[in-house]
């Protein structure tokens, strides 16, 4: 399969969903952490756009993600603001590393990236595994609520330096029986209306139900598992549109 949050995907990030940027969940995320004072691990960091203003408010961050890409954004990303935490590249469903953390933050859906029920399950022991007792982890999920097949967008941006971005999207796959859909998104940069690059990103996308996610991170072993919506701490989800968060806690006996 096409890999994605490549080059031109990263920089679309970056452009679209820059540092500064909250869909409530910088605030709602920074409510719920105010009080660790060990580390918080937020895999899939991306850009920083959530870690970035978690330790400008002083808390302890790190973070990890598959892509080299978005790493490298997210490095220049802090340099530009003074900041320095530990970035390492690695996968949720395979990352190992020596901390024990306090909280383990996956928000903005990231987690629906992994659309192999073998690796979202992997992902969510491994997740277990590296918190520590009392530890919590806080992640994200939504609905998807258009699945018709091959009925394409397109969204534009445009860089600093006064290039064009443009971006094709559409789902060409959606699976049922184990609940992803499969999109293609096809990037272009132009200046001056000569195509400078292309990418072709192959996004894969999961959903769950909220009760069947809740099951899952108990069968792992988590506790105390409290669902929001929309970033509404402890209300339950009433419209299928809405962002739902789930915040679970270790109980190590
Ligand atoms: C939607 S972005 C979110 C970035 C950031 N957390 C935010 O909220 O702005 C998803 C990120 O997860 C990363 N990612 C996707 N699958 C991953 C995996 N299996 N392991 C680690 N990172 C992954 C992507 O490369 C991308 O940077």
Redesign the pocket.
């Known amino acids: 399969m096409l890999g ?2 490549n080059k031109l995907s990263s920089e679309v ?1 970056d452009l679209g ?1 820059y540092i500064g940027l909250s869909f409530g ?1 910088v605030e709602f995320y920074y409510d719920r952490l105010a009080s660790c004072k060990g580390t918080i691990l ?6 920083g ?2 870690l970035i203003p978690l330790l400008e408010k002083g808390l302890k961050v790190e973070g ?4 080299a890409d ?1 790493l490298e954004i997210c490095r220049n990303n802090c340099k530009k603001r003074g900041l320095n935490p530990k970035l390492v590249e ?4 395979s990352f190992s590393l020596e901390t024990k953390y306090e909280a383990i933050i996956v ?4 987690f629906l ?2 659309h192999e029920r073998k690796d979202s399950i992997q992902a969510l022991k491994n997740f277990y595994h590296h918190l520590a007792n009392g530890g919590r982890l806080i992640i994200d999920t939504f609905l998807q609520t258009d699945l018709t097949k091959d009925n394409g967008s397109t969204r534009t941006w445009e860089t600093k330096d006064g290039d064009m971005i443009t971006l094709e999207s559409k789902i060409t796959e959606v699976d049922y029986i184990n609940q992803h859909t499969i999109s293609h998104n096809r990037y272009e940069k132009w200046r001056n209306g000569l195509l400078l690059q292309t990418e072709l990103e192959c996004f894969p996308l999961r959903w769950y139900g909220v009760e069947e996610f809740k099951m899952l991170l108990e069968q792992i072993g988590f506790e105390d598992i409290v669902v929001s919506a929309d970033y509404q701490y402890g209300q339950y989800p009433t419209k299928a549109n809405q962002t739902i968060t789930f915040e679970a806690v270790v109980n190590k006996k």
Do not use: C, H, N
Not at 42 to 47: A, H, R
Not at 107 to 110: E, I, Q, S, V, Y
């Open positions: 994605y949050y990030y969903k969940d937020e895999p899939g960091v991306g850009t756009r959530i990890f993600d598959v892509s978005m690695a996968k949720m469903e928000p903005t859906g990231t990236l992994l």
